[in-house]
């Protein structure tokens, strides 16, 4: 198989303002019908979050921002609910390659060994071709933490997140937005991608530093300030953990809405049900709270979409 054999359509993001979904919503939520329940219960969960004065939280792992699930997660971060979002480094990679190449649909059935051959990576049923990722990173990055190190040599995830976006020219990045919105964007394992590959070896020889402790103080300072927080979390691992983990010290989330498809019973962090974290205060046990079992590219444009609604 030769890359020019492959039918390669781009992948486009979803636009959650131009869908009607208030009706179906209302009538899973009274269906009494299992997921479509819980997905109802969410949708009164974030409403109600939307219409308090709440600190809101938004996690969620990089692979959905390959997708067009991108769309979501970026008209989320432009419409003003969404104060913090805590994520993983392949967001800002794919964040940041999508603005400059298309990644492309694909097939989860596809024969590796010869997309390899071709240089063709596989993310689930999307595909990115080699020059659609590395080079392209390096490229942009490069040019922009030598401009950002002109005044930072100490730096926490969030400002050097803050100060990319600032110069992402392109309005379908979450990264854009985020910066022009004011929104705090947290990265944890901010070395676990290509960007942090691109900082380390920018780094290299300069004074620079990228500081993590700086995120934990400005996380503290969220936790302890704010008498109200809600969230909304997808999927699991560092991004669904560091979210919980500082709701703790405020004696737990005043609301929260997981996604996820692991299960509970290997004893996961991403696989563990709302309930569990009421046992860590992590959640306060009054919270309104819903596990949805199920995956994020079909649920969360639903929820968003109504969520989205002046």
């Not at 996690?59 to 971060?77: D, M, Q």
């Not at 480094?89 to 060994?113: M, P, V, W």
């Not at 995120?215 to 997808?234: G, W």
């Not at 962090?269 to 590219?297: C, D, F, M, Q, Y």
């Amino acid at each position: 198989m030769k890359r020019k054999n492959l039918k390669l359509e781009p992948v486009k993001d979803m636009d959650p303002t131009k869908m009607d979904t208030t009706e179906i919503l209302k009538q899973y939520r009274e269906s009494g019908g299992f997921t479509a329940k819980k997905i109802g219960t969410a949708q009164e969960i974030l409403e109600e979050a939307k219409n308090t004065e709440t600190h809101f939280f938004l996690s969620f792992p990089a692979c959905i921002n390959a997708t067009g699930t991108r769309g979501v997660i970026r008209e989320l971060v432009k419409s003003g609910h969404i104060d913090t979002v805590i994520t993983t480094c392949g967001t800002l990679d794919h964040d940041i390659a999508r603005t400059q190449k298309n990644y492309y649909q694909g097939s989860f059935d596809l024969d590796d060994e010869e997309l390899q051959k071709n240089k063709v990576y596989r993310l689930g049923n999307i595909l990115i071709p080699e020059e659609c990722y590395g080079t392209v990173l390096e490229d942009t990055l490069q040019p922009m933490l030598r401009e950002i190190n002109e005044e930072y040599t100490d730096i926490s995830t969030r400002k050097l997140i803050k100060e990319i976006g600032k110069r992402i020219k392109d309005k379908s990045s979450i990264l854009h937005w985020a910066a022009k919105k004011n929104v705090n964007v947290f990265v944890p394992g901010i070395t676990d991608g290509a960007v942090g590959t691109q900082i380390w070896t920018y780094q290299q020889g300069k004074n620079f530093n990228v500081n993590i402790w700086k995120d934990e103080d400005e996380l503290a300072d969220i936790v302890f300030e704010e008498k109200d927080t809600s969230a909304l979390m997808i999927g699991g691992g560092i991004s669904k953990h560091h979210t919980i983990w500082w709701n703790q010290f405020k004696e737990g989330l005043d609301r929260a809405v997981y996604i996820t498809t692991a299960p509970e019973w290997d004893g996961s962090l991403s696989g563990a049900k709302t309930r569990e974290a009421i046992s860590w205060n992590k959640i306060k046990p009054k919270a309104k709270h819903v596990t949805i079992e199920g995956e994020a590219t079909a649920i969360l444009p639903l929820l968003a979409a109504d969520f989205l609604k002046e």
